[in-house]
């Protein structure tokens, strides 16, 4: 028996007043996380509206809050049966909190506010809510901002990366390189693989675009992990393919041309081209499960 039905026995009176206190309360708590968390919060969207790295954090919460919305009559179906293993989890998420603004670490500050909505929904309506609304929760650490000593552990080696697949490529077009670490010397110019284009904003957007695809365009969850992690790859190379073009462009047309409009706009086109490679991948992985699955059924 669903939880609506059960409400449809209780009297009138008792199931409004009941509804009024979960409103009260579910206010309240909305009242206190605001007051925690505001700074951090604006901070967070401040961040993500001037660091191009951060751009699709403004994305992540939109979709969470569609997806909730879309799963509001399972949620509500669902029986509340608070569970105690909350209150430490909300305890710890509380500690976390304070040693992130403590230490201006802000990474901690901002994962503290997801470990706090989880642990409120364990403490209040069970771990039943909790694992149905485990994927929506999840998907909001996509909006976090990695820390800086980690976002450097992850940058450079993608600058090398991007450098060496470049310098491979490029003299089976006809164009001699000589590479010194993320600089490419081509002989018209040399080209450095900074850290924008590393690739790491392109790897970030593309991976939580992926996870949305996913979830719109393939139901089976072993499907969306795979997409999910196929965009990893994708922007690796698809950030390869614009060092490489950039340094034909500038062998053949000259380095105005390759430094000018191309350089601004190649980020969008390598963006395009890498959605349509996820697509691509997509196509490939659910032709080759149909041919499995009719393989396995002739047998």
Not at 2 to 7: C, E, K, Y
Not at 32 to 40: K, R, T, V
Not at 148 to 170: C, D, G, M, N, R
Request: charged share 15%; hydrophobic share 55%.
């Amino acid at each position: 028996m669903s939880h609506f039905v059960q409400a449809e026995t209780l009297p009138p009176r008792i199931f409004i007043s009941r509804w009024k206190a979960e409103i009260c309360k579910a206010g309240a708590l909305c009242v206190l996380i605001a007051w925690l968390y505001s700074p951090i919060i604006l901070r967070l969207a401040k961040q993500c509206w001037y660091d191009p790295n951060s751009s699709h954090g403004f994305l992540v919460p939109i979709f969470s809050g569609f997806v909730l919305w879309r799963e509001r009559s399972r949620l509500f179906a669902l029986i509340p049966r608070p569970s105690s293993w909350g209150l430490p989890l909300l305890i710890l998420s509380l500690c976390v909190l304070v040693v992130g603004v403590l230490g201006a670490e802000l990474f901690l500050s901002r994962v503290s506010l997801l470990l706090l909505l989880g642990s409120l929904i364990i403490y209040l309506r069970g771990w039943g809510h909790f694992r149905a609304a485990l994927f929506p929760l999840a998907f909001l650490t996509l909006m976090i901002p990695l820390p800086e000593i980690l976002l450097s552990q992850i940058t450079f080696p993608l600058q090398i990366l991007a450098s060496k697949l470049a310098a491979a490529l490029l003299p089976f077009m006809g164009v001699p390189v000589l590479r010194e670490g993320n600089l490419i010397k081509i002989p018209v110019m040399s080209l450095e693989v900074a850290e924008a284009c590393s690739g790491i904003r392109s790897l970030l957007s593309l991976v939580t675009l992926a996870i949305i695809y996913g979830y719109f365009l393939e139901r089976r969850k072993s499907m969306r992990v795979v997409l999910a992690v196929a965009a990893i790859p994708i922007a690796v190379v698809a950030n390869g393919v614009r060092v490489v073009s950039t340094g034909l462009l500038a062998q053949y047309f000259g380095p105005d041309q390759a430094e000018g409009f191309y350089h601004s706009f190649s980020g969008v086109f390598i963006f395009l081209l890498s959605m349509a490679l996820l697509s691509c991948v997509h196509l490939i992985a659910r032709f080759a499960r149909r041919a499995w699955e009719a393989r396995r059924d002739a047998l």
